[in-house]
């Protein structure tokens, strides 16, 4: 995810932070300060960075049972809505997506237990009445809020934890395609009602929830659309076969070259013998620009590269796109590279054969 940095390594998969996150500590800290002085802004810096805690726990807890059904997340992005697990891809089993839909929440209810039955904190409504008052019960505080995640994570707005649930139990009777029709218009309903609830209120996180709700929806339903019409379709038919690569040793004045002689966006980097080492994207190129012209195409490339067979359907070049690869590699039974895919030339394949039907 843009303006997104590395803080670390956990389970197999890395944590990043949004910068927007650091801008939402600033707001809150300052705005503390300005109505109750230091004391007031710490305390509820620190409120936030605990909740912020269980939220990546929360995340983990779709990462570590998605795990079980072997679908990796590659990271995990904090965000000042909340945490995201990118997902390798969904569970094809209703049942399995549900499982890993509710790993979140239930890591929720846990602390919560752990909080209430072992320290003995008390948890009751009024104490997210105070969440912004120095000295009150943090440990109170941070129960309550667990239980208020748990519940708001259950509303049944797909894309959210609730909306999954709902999707996977509806694709048992209607499949995949039409329940997730369905569960993300629910969701968008209710991201317009959380909309002119934050309006009305003045909510300014409940604004930026109901628009990654509706945002998320539609896309989620946009590409469970797209898979459902490339199924069949095999790899080979949206392959990229005329293309300019680079060298692992080529330098930044063979990268910008190949940019202004082509309308390449991306140029693979290939070895002597034929093997894809990663791809070179344009914005990759133009920061080398300005590290100097001894920047090697190696050393800017993106190295992780999803590798498919010619015959491998385009559902699963979409599943390898969802991340963010510039492209899925295609190679041959002896890994020799024999051409790539991108998410524009599938739009393009797309757009042609809706005209010739």
Known sequence: MPWSYPIGRLFGSELRVHATFFLLLLWIGVSA?????PGQALWNVMFVVALFGCVVAHEFGHALMARRY???????????IGGVARLERMPDNPIHEIWVAVAGPAVNVVIWAVLVLVIGA???????ETLDQAGANFIGQLAAVNLFLVLFNMVPAFPMDGGRVLRAAL???????????VAAGIGQAIAVAFGLMGLLSGNLILLLIAFFVF??????????QMRMTTEGIPAREAMITSYEALRPDDGLMAMSAGLLRTTQHEFPVIDADGRLHGFVTRDAIFEAAGGGPRRRAD?????E?????????????LEGLSGNTPAVAVCDE???????ITRENIGELMVLRRARS
């Not at 694709?171 to 029709?181: E, F, H, K, P, V």
């Open 122 to 128: 008390e948890t009751r409504v009024t104490e997210l």
């Open 299 to 303: 050393e800017v490339m993106v190295a």
């Open 215 to 224: 945002a998320a929806a539609n896309a989620e339903n946009a590409h469970m």
């Open 33 to 37: 300060w300005i109505e109750g002085g």
């Open 171 to 181: 694709s048992l009777w209607l499949g995949a395609q039409r329940a997730t029709s």
């Open 334 to 340: 002896h890994g020799l590279f024999l051409g790539y």
């Open 305 to 317: 590269i999803p590798t498919i067979g010619l015959t491998a359907p385009l559902s699963e070049v």
């Open 70 to 80: 072997g679908i990796a997340t590659p990271d995990i992005t904090l965000l000042p």
